[in-house]
């Protein structure tokens, strides 16, 4: 199983040196790596329906109980099918449909390595490594999203969606870290046994926002979903695949998980069901309003997308039930949708569907997987859409006291869906062919191949649901354990679903004829942008720019006089304040040992220079005052035994002087010096802050000293590094791991100081 | 600074003080010494030399860009310190052969791991002066 998992990462590792030897077998060879997966998966199939979840676990970072702990049960199964499934045809789809783009084979790099990210997520039994596998999905989606590097909306698109996905993945990462120390444990079968735990402590309520946040930025919920509108810049197989099928099913993915872990309270339920309501209700009002085929697929999905989060809050048996196959219902019909949409923009260069008509005349393929991806989403009966609309509905009208609301919202949410299905699906084959799409031919078998083939599995498994029956099945009993039997039957007997179901669709007909998309309908909602959840974070998001602009323009001016004089008024400030809040500093004259003469000497040294720095007109006289300073300094390490530290401040304070001289000796003569008054201000500040340091210095040797770890490097120095010098063993030994750090902060400093000093913004001008 | 007391002395004073700067850093670890100060008076000789005889000439006696000594250095420390890998000891544990050598005395992986911590010190020091120097 771990090779299905990392094989992905590795074939997008070694893509760079593959397609340098030869570009061409890139798109021939790489959707057998899905294809090949695919089936090792599928032959899981048996077992996972008959024996339940299968487990593999390979050790990791076991001293934090983290492990590549995998389980495969029905809901991964299902995923995991999808992934690699969908995958396999979009891997396909892709060759031709971006043959001729230069890139090419760094699009399959990204490709593959999302699809291994996200089979690691809907697989993997421990939460860190599922957080780890999430993480991977945001970040591999940003490049497919801003594939087209070139055009700046593309880039901002997919910044937007690393941004916000970005940000839910490290909320929820606290989220499962507070779950794993609640529980004991990261392993998620583990963590069932102490599900009581988790959902009595009084946590509980956090757990569940952190959850909650993640999962919503993931999957486009209100509102934190106009991330997935944007999303739509990415080529076609892109948003077919991660945002129709798999990326955005994250998050459902991530609740249906954690629904025997987490729900059934009524946090949970509430939440989820208010939320998805929302979410199904404005995104389907919203995709009224466009006429571009992807945008018109991009609300539509929202829309579904809240329909199931609303499932799995309303939470009953059949709502679950319901949930689990609308995920498959959904990812068929609508990866179906979004692959005949780049077909038509492929060979008629547009998306506006109030100018595409009539294209059944030249692409009759096309046009079917079209009608039945659009009857499989309208519910029509014989389709697989029905079928899960009918439990749908079946759910929310047993749902007791708010019953008639929850199925109110339900009904108006499909009979928009049923119209927006209907626009990609139905709308660009009928009619008549306008003149400037005559040219338009049919399309190579690579691009309508994979539509066809999971349009007919919407009909295959509308017309033979049982086929389906053990599979769900085990699809159920992993979000709900200890499901009852289930079959899926075409006929559910007439009753007031069937009654719902027909007003539904006679509904959504009457709609599709009355309405025609267009312009016109877009322009009169503009009012209504300025409130919109983009805007708002646009703004937030302005704000802080602007905030940070006006931070850094007031502290980092440039000077480097003034710098100082912030630290320094800083650090006097917050010390004082200390200080005043009162200290207990007393000079034990006891403890302090005698001042030999040499000592005296050095300090008159130091005063001395001080005294001339400050009165000197040169430039160079400061600076060897300074140096002085700096010299006598290292005196005094030498004369309390830190022979070590003398050594190395002798070698920076010579450095130093050179650098000093190197650069001020350059420079011009000083014309101005400081007026008096500035001096004065200089000098009362030094004096703050020598007095502060002083006073600290004497209230840390108030302080009781431990000497446990001092001791303990210099027993062992020689017992467990071999060295007898205790200095130099901590460096390369004991705390290695720090100097190794410092090393790599040098090699950082010397990288930026040269890099600034080569910089040239401007190549015309001489620096 | 043409002077030619000070380019006579330089001239001599440079593998004088290479070669002490190698001496403080193998001794490092019994007596006061080490890669860092040890790298620091490397750097050192050859800025002295510069000061006296222009950088071009240094350069031409380094032969090598000073900023290769920084990616040579933090692999051999990286290299170092995962070397008890090898023998299924955690990352940065000092091993050791277990007769001293000739000269050098005894050697383990946190001498190289020093040796690595050296010539990224002589890097990064000779970058950032080189870079300065140039640029004025």
Avoid at chain 1, 475 to 487: D, N
Avoid at chain 1, 554 to 567: H, M, S
Avoid at chain 1, 599 to 618: P, R
Wanted: with cysteine; net charge neutral; proline share 4%.
């Amino acid at each position: 199983m771990i090779f299905a998992v990392i094989s992905g990462f590795i074939s997008a590792a070694i893509l760079p040196i593959f397609s340098r030897f030869n570009k061409n077998l890139v798109p021939k060879l790489y959707p057998f790596i899905p294809l090949g997966i695919f089936i090792y998966l599928a032959s899981y199939l048996h077992k996972v329906n008959t024996e339940g979840a299968q487990f593999w676990s390979y050790t990791w970072i076991p001293s934090f109980g983290i492990n590549l702990d995998f389980r495969l049960d029905g809901l991964s199964l299902l995923f995991g099918l999808l992934i690699t499934g969908i995958g396999t045809l979009v891997f396909f789809y892709t060759s031709y449909y971006l043959k001729e783009d230069k890139y090419l084979d760094r699009f399959y790099g990204y490709l593959t390595m999302f699809m291994a990210a996200m089979l690691g997520l809907v697989i993997s039994d421990n939460l860190i490594v599922l957080f780890i596998f999430w993480e991977l999905t945001s970040i591999s989606s940003f490049f497919l999203i801003g594939y087209k590097n070139d055009d700046p909306s593309s880039r901002k698109s997919a910044l937007t969606a690393l941004g916000v996905t970005g940000f839910g993945g490290l909320i929820l990462l606290a989220g499962l870290i507070w779950i794993g120390f609640l529980g004991g444990d990261f392993s998620f079968t583990e963590l069932l046994n102490s599900s009581e735990i988790i959902k009595n402590h009084e946590s509980y309520t956090w757990i569940i926002i952190l959850v909650f946040i993640g999962a919503f930025t993931k999957s486009a919920q209100f509102p934190f979903h106009f991330w997935l509108p944007g999303a739509m810049k990415a080529p076609t197989p892109v948003s077919t695949y991660l945002h129709s099928a798999t990326m955005v099913k994250a998050g459902i993915y991530l609740l249906a998980r954690f629904t025997p872990l987490l729900g059934g309270t009524d946090s949970w339920n509430w939440t989820l069901m208010i939320v998805g309501g929302i979410t199904m209700l404005y995104a389907a009002i919203h995709s009224l309003f466009r006429t571009d085929l992807k945008s018109i697929l991009a609300y539509s999905t929202i829309s579904a997308l809240g329909i199931l989060v609303f499932l799995l809050g309303v939470g009953t048996e059949d709502a679950l039930l319901a949930a689990g196959i609308f995920i498959l219902t959904h990812a068929l019909y609508k990866a179906t949708l979004f692959l005949i949409t780049g077909i038509i923009d492929h060979e008629t260069g547009t998306r506006e569907v109030t100018s595409l008509g009539g294209l059944q005349r030249v692409m009759k393929p096309v046009a079917v997987a079209g009608y039945l991806a659009a009857l499989s989403s309208a519910g029509v009966p014989l389709f697989l859409g029905f079928i899960s609309k009918e439990i749908m509905y079946e759910a929310s009208f047993h749902y007791g006291k708010w019953a008639i609301l929850l199925t109110a919202a339900l009904v108006i949410t499909k009979i928009i869906l049923f119209v927006a299905g209907f626009w990609v699906g139905v709308k660009p084959f009928t009619g008549s062919l306008p003149d400037e799409h005559q040219s338009a031919k049919m399309p190579s078998p690579l691009l309508w191949i994979p539509p066809v083939l999971l349009a007919s599995l919407c009909l295959l498994f509308g017309v033979f649901p049982g086929i389906l029956d053990r599979f769900m099945q085990a699809v159920f009993t992993s979000i709900l354990p200890g499901a009852p039997e289930i079959h899926l039957a075409i006929w559910h007997g007439f009753n007031w679903v069937l009654v719902l179901s027909i007003v539904t669709l006679i509904l959504g007909t009457a709609l599709y004829l009355g309405l025609k998309p267009s312009q016109i309908l877009r322009e009169k909602v503009k009012a209504f942008d300025r409130v919109a959840p983009i805007q708002l974070i646009e703004n937030i998001a302005l704000g802080f720019q602007k905030f940070a602009e006006k931070w850094t323009g007031f502290f980092q001016n440039g000077y480097l006089r003034n710098y100082v004089i912030t630290i320094l008024l800083f650090l006097t400030v917050l010390a004082g304040y200390r200080i005043y809040d009162g200290v207990d500093v007393h000079l034990d004259w006891s403890q302090i040992s005698e001042i030999t003469p040499s000592e005296f000497l050095v300090v008159v040294l130091m005063v001395t220079s001080i005294f001339f720095a400050m009165i000197t007109k040169t430039r160079t006289g400061v600076i060897v005052a300074l140096g002085i300073i700096g010299l006598a300094n290292c005196l005094f390490f030498l004369y309390y035994s830190a022979p070590d530290l003398a050594m190395t401040q002798f070698s920076i304070d010579t450095l130093t002087v050179l650098l000093f001289m190197l650069v001020l000796f350059q420079l011009p003569k000083n014309r101005s010096f400081s007026t008096n008054k500035i001096r004065i201000r200089d000098g009362l500040l030094s004096l703050m802050f020598g007095s502060m340091i002083a006073i600290l210095a004497l209230e840390v040797f108030e302080a009781p000293s431990y000497t446990e770890v001092s001791d303990y490097y210099a027993e062992n120095a020689y017992l467990l590094a071999k060295g007898k010098n205790v200095v130099n063993v901590i460096l390369v030994d004991f705390r290695g791991i720090d100097t190794l750090v410092e090393t790599i902060v040098l090699v950082i400093a010397a990288i930026g100081v040269f890099s600034l000093l080569n910089l040239k913004l401007n190549p015309n001008k001489k620096t | 600074m043409k002077s030619i007391i000070f380019q006579t002395a330089s001239k001599y004073l440079l593998p004088l003080l290479l070669l002490f700067s190698v001496f403080i850093l193998l001794r490092g670890h019994y007596l006061p010494g080490g890669g860092f100060v040890g790298g620091l008076m490397a750097a050192m000789a050859f800025i002295l030399h510069s000061f006296a005889f222009g950088l071009k000439e240094t350069k031409s006696i380094v032969k090598m860009d000073p900023r290769h000594l920084m990616p040579i250095g933090l692999t051999l420390a990286i290299v170092a310190g995962l070397s008890p890998w090898f023998v299924g000891l955690p990352f940065m544990t000092g091993i050791w052969y277990d007769e001293p050598l000739k000269l050098i005395g005894m050697v383990g992986s946190s001498l190289f791991f020093d040796i690595g911590v050296y010539l990224v010190v002589i890097g990064t020091t000779l970058t950032i002066i080189f870079s300065i120097t140039e640029t004025i």
